[in-house]
């Protein structure tokens, strides 16, 4: 019965940390070294990623009736899962840049927002720029038109000034 227990003490916490996540990302780790998953786990940390090595079993049974139940289709072999809680696209795109370095690393599948992606959509959700980062591109965006619209306004009332005076 013990062993019951336990293992649904590992299905809750799995369920618990998908309830807030804004993307899981299945990946294959055989073949990292230590070394290179020490460094993965800290740039994830850091980004407020969750990773973490789950038997697929207890996987399977905490992704039933969630949202993220499509990646039961993807539980095969060794699996780790990374969480984003914050930006959806951190945690695949810091998982694509090591997989560039790393051949050992290889996506399986994600869900984000909601959405199934298989392993070219995930590289390509991993492609997305930092939210920060879009944010700062949108508003540049916004700032270029306006700052040429004033000095249009500006030059066009300078010419008024100075033709103004002679028109009259």
Do not use: C, H
């Amino acid at each position: 019965m013990a062993k019951v227990e336990q293992k649904q003490a590992v299905v809750n916490e799995i369920k618990e940390k998908l309830q807030g996540a804004q993307s899981a990302v299945l990946v294959d780790y055989r073949g990292l070294t230590v070394e290179q998953d020490t460094e993965l786990r800290k740039k994830l940390r850091e980004a407020n990623v969750e990773y973490k090595v789950y038997k697929n079993t207890m996987l399977n049974f905490a992704i039933q009736g969630t949202d993220m139940e499509p990646l039961k289709d993807f539980l095969g072999g060794p699996t780790a899962i990374a969480i984003s809680y914050d930006d959806p696209a951190s945690g695949p795109r810091i998982l694509n840049e090591v997989a560039e370095k790393n051949d050992a690393l290889e996506f399986k599948a994600g869900v984000v927002e909601n959405q199934l992606y298989d392993v070219e959509g995930i590289k390509k959700v991993a492609k997305i720029p930092p939210k920060d980062q879009l944010l700062a591109t949108l508003f540049g965006s916004f700032k270029s038109p306006m700052a040429s619209f004033a000095r249009v306004v500006r030059a066009i009332a300078e010419k008024q000034e100075e033709g103004g005076e002679t028109a009259e």
